[in-house]
Nanobody, 120 residues
Framework: QVQLVESGGGLVQAGGSLRLSCAASGRSFGNYEMGWFRQAPGKERESVSGISRYGTTTKYADSVKGRFTISRDNAKNTVYLQMNRLKPEDTGVYYC?????????????WGQGTQVTVSS
């Protein structure tokens, strides 16, 4: 069992930055590939980024490449998403989850989500 808790969301103007954190507890965090997903109002959930167990491999959706950076600190059981040059279309609820980085299909464990709102 893994418990995931996101934090760091908020309201920011377009062009600004936010850093999301996802703290894990429970079974060994380092055993899991991790990902970030988001869901905008009225839209389906989409994958944003993923990171391998030791951080050697990362993946990004085309819409965030060059603006977002995923990282993890296994000693702190935490995965991060640094979001720069935010756009209004980045608005949504952001979730961290365990993931298969090969397919970006989510695994069994999800956080409760954190709201990101980007104003124009």
């Amino acid at each position: 069992q893994v418990q995931l808790v996101e934090s760091g969301g908020g309201l920011v103007q377009a062009g600004g930055s936010l850093r999301l954190s996802c703290a894990a507890s429970g079974r060994s965090f380092g055993n899991y590939e991790m990902g970030w997903f988001r869901q905008a109002p009225g839209k389906e959930r989409e994958s944003v980024s993923g990171i391998s167990r030791y951080g050697t491999t990362t993946k990004y959706a085309d819409s965030v490449k060059g603006r977002f950076t995923i990282s993890r600190d296994n000693a702190k059981n935490t995965v991060y998403l640094q979001m720069n040059r935010l756009k209004p279309e980045d608005t949504g609820v952001y979730y961290c989850a365990t993931v298969s980085i090969l397919t970006m299909r989510p695994g069994d464990y999800w956080g409760q989500g954190t709201q990101v709102t980007v104003s124009s």
